[in-house]
T-cell receptor, first 112, second 114 residues
Framework: AQSVSQHNHHVILSEAASLELGCNYSYGGTVNLFWYVQYPGQHLQLLLKYFSGDPLVKGIKGFEAEFIKSKFSFNLRKPSVQWSDTAEYFCAVNTGGFKTIFGAGTRLFVKA | DGGITQSPKYLFRKEGQNVTLSCEQNLNHDAMYWYRQDPGQGLRLIYYSQIVNDFQKGDIAEGYSVSREKKESFPLTVTSAQKNPTAFYLC?????????????FGSGTRLTVV
């Protein structure tokens, strides 16, 4: 069965630290990849997406993610986090069609 | 502004009761979805609908029912057959299949069985 794994359930960083959240999926075919973010008290919103072309994609608020097909990975990165990045982050994979599979989420807490 | 409206925000249900969660969108999106979010488990798909009068079961459809009589509306009924209904429920919509566009989410309904 297709699945999405997020390596860390909780991450605590200090401001200005670099961030990398891992995401791996299990599916051998063409995929469309997403990162969503849920800030405290707010809607889930799309952070960035990949469906073709340059495997390094840039999203909002300085986030980027790299699709490495050989590793079935789509890790999220940010060079320098801010307190306002405290949120829960979800990786998601669509293999074509109407179903998108979400990872369990990673809660990020940034210390001011 | 266009978006998805879910109501109510909080809902309490007695055991054995059916309850209906509302989801309305004004984005003119074709597809709509219901997800359940539990701590540590991410989002799991309950039902989805590609077009009006059509819907498909997701991964955890047992104990739930839906309807899609209008493009804008996709209500979810949590029936008494659902063994563990306490959860956070999210409605989403997308243009076409959502594979390239991603989803727009509502603010969610937190259901508690008392």
């Amino acid at each position: 069965a297709q699945s999405v794994s997020q390596h860390n359930h909780h991450v605590i960083l200090s401001e200005a630290a670099s961030l990398e959240l891992g995401c791996n999926y299990s599916y051998g075919g063409t995929v469309n990849l997403f990162w969503y973010v849920q800030y405290p008290g707010q809607h889930l919103q799309l952070l960035l997406k990949y469906f073709s072309g340059d495997p390094l994609v840039k999203g909002i608020k300085g986030f980027e993610a790299e699709f490495i097909k050989s590793k079935f990975s789509f890790n999220l990165r940010k060079p320098s986090v801010q307190w306002s990045d405290t949120a829960e982050y979800f990786c998601a994979v669509n293999t074509g069609g109407f179903k998108t599979i979400f990872g369990a989420g990673t809660r990020l807490f940034v210390k001011a | 502004d266009g978006g998805i409206t879910q109501s109510p925000k909080y809902l309490f249900r007695k055991e054995g009761q059916n309850v209906t969660l509302s989801c309305e969108q004004n984005l003119n999106h074709d597809a709509m979805y219901w997800y359940r979010q539990d701590p540590g488990q991410g989002l799991r798909l309950i039902y989805y609908s590609q077009i009006v009068n059509d819907f498909q079961k997701g991964d955890i459809a047992e104990g739930y029912s839906v309807s899609r009589e209008k493009k804008e509306s996709f209500p979810l009924t949590v029936t008494s057959a659902q063994k563990n209904p306490t959860a956070f429920y999210l409605c989403a919509s997308s243009r076409s299949k959502g594979e390239s566009y991603g989803y727009t989410f509502g603010s969610g309904t937190r259901l508690t069985v008392v």
